[in-house]
């Protein structure tokens, strides 16, 4: 670990640079008296959309009960979580459970903020390795996935069958191209998606990225070229609305809702609008560009814990995480979270329960965390280019050969 007075000088590097980007540092903590026996334990976590009633926050009081403490609970939006969570470290206010937004953990990982799984004891081999390492930098570990989502394409079936497509057929791009191309022929449109100019168009456009086997280390490789011209070809060919180039991953699920799309891009998270959609639909994992399921970019939290200056406290720590993460209770929780489970044994009992689960257990087990590549805290500055590039030949301002070389350039010199 970090000695104090470099831990301190690196919170306060991270701090600045998440208020230079107009983040909120207001900061609230529970009380952080008690030790391992007893006591009020505080757990922070990125769900405020769930109240006291809610199915997550009892299971928070009750891990709390079963660990012999009592736990207060406090809800933030993801950004605002992340500038409260390294301002109470730098002031030595930490919670004792904080569940983060996975790229995050290394910013706060790097910035001394957590503790790692080693120090505290928590049992991660019961994690599939590729959610595992989205929580981890310089070779240590610091925290447990609760859960993940990821992106696959959604498909209208009717619309499919109209243009004499079969979609088990879509299995590389060669296959999906001609897909799209049998549905405008038929008067239908392609495919939606979103690539609006922020890390929400990096998601969206990693799978894309990764399956033409291209790496984030060489934005400019000649499959990451491939991998932009794929996205502006269908602009060109009127495969794709000049929308996505604005559109949210909200936005495009509402275009793919009105029933004029074959494909959307789009989460784990729209399972349950789609059963709403009117028409029948499907899902298909997102192709790679030579077959196979393409790598998509894991989303989900992790639950860490944070450095303490009275390091009792992390045995009941220990407890609660062991808790919220246990087979029983993941099941549960993912289901409410809209989550694939982090284990292999609650991802069969996902898919026993709810066949239409068996495409994303499959996307999230190809999945990779965006902070992987030995990345970390340089992810966000390579995605900002990545994302600008993707806009800019999207829109036609460059190519995508000269806006990648641009991109890998600035990308180049800002993680120096």
Not at 60 to 71: E, F, I, M, N, R
Not at 357 to 368: I, P, S, Y
Not at 390 to 404: D, E, I, N, R
């Amino acid at each position: 670990m970090k000695s104090f007075g470099r831990r301190q000088r690196t919170l306060g590097v991270a701090l600045a640079a998440l208020v230079a980007a107009g983040g909120a540092v207001a900061c609230s903590s529970g009380d952080s008296s008690g030790g391992a026996a007893g006591g009020t334990y505080a757990i922070w976590d990125p769900y405020p959309q769930f109240d006291d009633s809610s199915a997550w926050v009892k299971l928070l009081t009750k891990c709390g009960t079963d660990a012999g403490v009592t736990v207060t609970r406090t809800g933030y939006d993801t950004t605002d979580l992340t500038n409260k969570a390294l301002l109470a470290a730098q002031q030595n206010n930490s919670p004792d459970v904080l569940i983060v937004d996975n790229p995050v953990v290394s910013t706060l990982a790097e910035a001394g903020v957590l503790t790692t799984t080693e120090e505290t004891r928590l049992d991660t081999s019961a994690m599939e390795p590729n959610l595992l390492s989205a929580g981890q930098s310089g070779g240590k570990t610091y925290g447990v996935p609760i859960g993940a989502n990821t992106l696959a394409l959604y498909y209208n079936k009717a619309v499919l069958a109209a243009a004499g497509v079969d979609p088990a057929s879509l299995t590389d791009w060669a296959a999906l191209n001609a897909a799209l191309a049998k549905v405008t022929a038929a008067g239908k449109k392609g495919i939606t998606f979103s690539a609006i100019g922020t890390e929400e168009g990096s998601f969206q456009f990693l799978p894309w990225f990764w399956g033409s086997g291209a790496q984030l280390t060489k934005l400019d490789s000649p499959e990451g070229v491939a991998a932009v011209s794929l996205w502006t070809d269908w602009l060109k060919k009127g495969h794709a609305p000049n929308s996505v180039i604005n559109n949210t991953q909200t936005t495009s699920w509402q275009e793919f809702a009105s029933g004029d799309f074959a494909f959307a891009e789009n989460g784990t998270w729209q399972v349950a609008n789609a059963k709403k959609l009117g028409f029948e639909y499907g899902i298909i994992a997102i192709p790679g560009k030579d077959g196979g399921t393409a790598p998509a970019p894991t989303g989900g939290e992790f639950v860490t814990i944070p450095v303490q200056k009275q390091t009792d406290r992390y045995t009941a720590s220990q407890k609660l995480v062991t808790c919220l993460t246990s087979s029983d209770n993941l099941l549960a929780t993912d289901t409410t979270l809209s989550y694939i489970a982090p284990t292999a044994t609650v991802q069969a009992k996902q898919v026993a329960e709810n066949p239409e689960l068996k495409v994303w257990v499959d996307a999230v087990g190809a999945a990779r965390g965006r902070t992987g590549d030995d990345l970390g805290t340089k992810y966000p500055k390579v995605s900002e280019q990545m994302w600008k590039a993707v806009q800019a030949a999207l829109s036609g301002s460059k190519t995508p050969q000269a806006a990648l070389a641009e991109a890998q350039s600035a990308a180049a010199a800002a993680t120096k």
